[in-house]
């Protein structure tokens, strides 16, 4: 199973970046999709989930200005980050949990200049 992330990059803080994540078509319809983040020194942290029926859930620190969706004819989730901040620099990890499993991505680097 891979999950291909995209989309990091180094921006300015106001600046808006969006994430992409795909996944072989048979895990992506049984999986929820999460973003997580690390940062340097820092543990893993859930940014934001989206349920197979199109639920979401953020964390608090990104409400209004994160918003996860998924194309399930893509197979792919995203994150569109805006307003970005100094404090959302982190390798930012796609992940697929499903009944019996939990796969990774090698994670994409956002950084956040001030």
């Known amino acids: 199973v891979q999950l291909v992330e995209s989309g990091g990059a180094l921006v300015q803080a106001g600046g808006s970046l969006r994430l992409s994540c795909t996944a072989s078509?048979?895990?992506?319809?049984?999986?929820?999709m999460s973003w997580y983040r690390q940062a340097p020194g820092k543990q893993r942290e859930k940014v934001a989930g989206?349920?197979?029926?199109?639920?979401?859930n953020y964390i608090s620190s990104v409400k209004g200005r994160f918003t996860i969706s998924r194309d399930n004819g893509q197979n792919t989730v995203y994150l569109q980050m805006n307003t970005l901040k100094p404090e959302d620099t982190a390798r930012y990890y796609c992940?697929?949990?499903?009944?019996?499993?939990?796969?990774w991505g090698q994670g994409t680097q956002v950084t956040v200049s001030s």
């Open positions: 989206i349920s197979r029926g199109g639920s979401e």
């Open positions: 992940n697929a949990n499903g009944l019996t499993f939990d796969y």
């Open positions: 078509g048979s895990i992506f319809r049984l999986s929820t």
